[in-house]
């Protein structure tokens, strides 16, 4: 009995709509007829049914059955709709002209009647489909006590779609357009006026009691927000914004849905366009492995590798609740990617030979490692052992299995290291170049900055202490740092390995530089609340080991550009492989005895470079070298 009522509620509107196409058919023929005929003086009257129009109505109506347009939904019909229409119209017209030139060789049909013929149908079929949906968003978007009235700041083909899906979702009333482009200003877009300039919300937002502020420029860069989400602050409204197509093409939002403005939305990052051809031609029907695979930037990787063609992941980490979490997300997100967890440290040389030997890579992405500065400053045994040693035990591994390809994860820390993580990463990028080998494993090194909500970044942190109400704690009013998303990162490792040359180092550009002061400042006005006024900024001092600015190239390393602009390759500095081995030779037997010393100065003895802070807080001068390809693009 169900079955049955399910298959009347599909059939009947179906049916009903044919029904109806069927009668405008022949009240098309019929009335362009009786228009024709009424202009002659003795006209034999037009039967109301005949073979002919049974043959016109059978010619027509496989003609709309075969052009799909009873696919379509009369709620939402739009242009593609009424274009489909007239196609079907005009094939209709070709169909009906066959079928009565073999029933009656056209005997007695009017040239006229077949010239308006596709014309008129078109008209009949369209507009009931439009007025049936113009009464349906009116039913909609009717004046209701509940709705919230919203004012949508852009009056482009982004404000235009966002209308048509809150009209379709009922609870906003739309009551105006902002828009900064001066021949819009007066007009109306459908059926809604664009009232001024973005820069005047703070004075239009009261006049039309709005009580939403949504933001619909998704194009807007970084600098351009920023003057918009000032306006919307002073009017002391809430606000959202439309996703990017790039966080709608990568899944990270859906179509219709408002979100707050994030910090990444102002802090100056151009959208990055990698070579998707490129990479997923290296990538496509691979099996990776990834160490550290369950932390910030080890799960994007994952995730990444199996949305752009990986055919198998492994994943090595060693906090087992992170190692489910990244296996049950991508076993549900990616079912047809074979999905290998090993629970281990990739320091154990048998943990990354059983992984090696599960999953047959032919890429190695070493992600795993201490980052957090102040922490390792304290704990230099554990950082020479996760940064250093682990990733030489990978490296051996990985090449000792024959794997084609292994990328290291650096930081620009590296780069004139003044703390421990910075001098054993560099440490760790020497390693890799020691044992580069044409003959062997291509080494491939990635250096880039903070990340954006990675874990332990100064964004978790100060969302936190902004929603107990602060105070928020900032190192130093002058400190800086380069960000980047996590999305964006992984895109570019990802990029820089697919066009990766036998032991390279590249270093991603990371935009400008990011007040920490100005930072904290913008979350907290993104929070609703003022700085200083309702959340306190506390100013703490630099901690062990950490710099006012990091720099992200030295001035020995030559540097040039790649296939892609975001990417430059820098000429490695010179080392000696058997200084390298010796050291990591020598840190490995102090590790066993946790001789701090002795690793403090077998750091200091291979990389020269490394400048710890002082006990002070003294800052040494940095070498600052220009991003080149950033400068070239600008002449």
């Not at 591994?397 to 993580?421: E, R």
Request: proline share 6%; with cysteine.
């Amino acid at each position: 009995m169900k079955r049955w009522k399910d298959r009347a509620a599909i059939t009947m509107p179906r049916a009903a709509i044919v029904g109806h196409d069927l009668f405008m058919v022949w009240l098309c023929w019929i009335g362009l007829h009786q228009f024709r005929l009424s202009m002659q003086p003795f006209a034999a009257p037009l039967p109301w049914w005949s073979v002919e129009i049974a043959l016109i109505l059978a010619a027509q109506g496989l003609v709309l059955w075969r052009v799909g347009l009873y696919r379509g939904v009369w709620r939402f019909a739009s242009m593609p709709d009424l274009v489909n229409i007239l196609k079907a119209s005009l094939f209709g017209l070709f169909a009906i002209v066959l079928a009565l030139f073999l029933y009656n060789r056209l005997d007695q049909v009017p040239r006229t009647v077949l010239v308006l013929y596709p014309v008129v149908l078109t008209a009949l079929l369209g507009m009931p489909r439009l007025l049936y949906r113009s009464w349906k968003d009116y039913s909609l978007s009717r004046t209701d006590q509940t709705a919230v009235r919203v004012l949508i700041l852009g009056a482009g083909q982004a404000g235009e779609a966002l209308l048509r899906d809150l009209r379709r979702a009922g609870a906003y009333q739309v009551v105006g357009f902002l828009d900064d482009a001066a021949k819009l200003h007066g007009s109306h877009l459908q059926g809604v006026p664009v009232l001024g300039r973005v820069k005047d919300v703070a004075r239009i937002a009261p006049e039309t009691a709005a009580r939403l502020l949504i933001i619909a420029m998704p194009s807007l860069d970084a600098a351009a927000m920023r003057h918009v989400v000032a306006a919307c602050e002073e009017t002391g409204l809430p606000f959202r914004t439309v996703p990017r197509l790039d966080d709608l093409l990568e899944g990270r939002s859906l179509p219709g849905e408002l979100k707050e403005v994030a910090i990444e939305d102002l802090l100056g990052r151009q959208p990055v366009t990698p070579d998707w051809k490129s990479i997923r031609g290296w990538l496509g029907g691979r099996s990776v492995l990834v160490t550290g695979g369950g932390g910030s930037i080890g799960s994007e990787l994952c995730r990444q590798c199996a949305r752009h063609g990986a055919r198998q992941i492994a994943v090595v980490e060693m906090d087992e609740l992170a190692l489910s979490t990244i296996e049950a997300q991508l076993r549900r997100d990616f079912p047809q990617i074979q999905c290998v967890p090993v629970l281990g440290d990739c320091g154990d040389p048998a943990v990354i030979r059983h992984a090696l030997a599960l999953s047959s890579p032919e890429a190695v992405f070493h992600a795993a490692a201490y980052k957090q500065v102040p922490v390792l400053e304290t704990q230099m045994r554990e950082a020479v052992r996760n940064n250093v040693l682990a990733t030489e035990t990978v490296a051996a591994q990985t090449q000792a299995a024959g794997v084609a390809t292994f990328v290291l994860i650096s930081t620009d820390k590296a780069v004139d290291p003044v703390n421990v993580l910075g001098a054993t990463k560099r440490l760790a990028e020497m390693v890799c170049q020691a044992k580069s080998d044409p003959q062997s494993t291509r080494f491939v090194t990635v250096r880039f900055g903070n990340v954006l909500d990675s874990a332990g970044s100064v964004v978790p942190l100060f969302r936190e202490q902004i929603r107990s109400g602060g105070p928020v704690t900032v190192t130093d009013p002058e400190v800086t740092r380069y960000f980047m998303t996590i999305p964006e990162s992984c895109q570019l490792i990802l990029q820089a390995a697919a066009i990766g040359s036998r032991h390279a180092i590249y270093t991603l550009d990371m935009g400008e530089p990011v007040s920490i002061r100005l930072l904290a400042e913008q979350m907290i006005r993104l929070a609703g609340k003022h700085p200083e006024r309702d959340v306190a900024i506390v100013y703490t001092g630099l901690r062990p080991g950490e710099k006012l600015h990091e720099t992200l190239f030295h001035a020995e390393e030559r540097y040039r550009p790649t296939a892609h602009p975001k990417i430059l390759q820098a000429e490695a500095r010179e080392i000696v492989a058997e200084q390298v081995f010796g050291a990591t030779a020598a840190l490995r037997e102090a590790i066993g005895i946790y001789d701090l010393d002795t690793m403090a100065r077998v750091l200091r003895e291979t990389v020269p470079e490394f400048l710890p802070q002082m006990d002070s807080g003294e800052q040494y001068a940095a070498t600052v070298v220009s991003f080149p390809a950033r400068h070239a693009r600008r002449t």
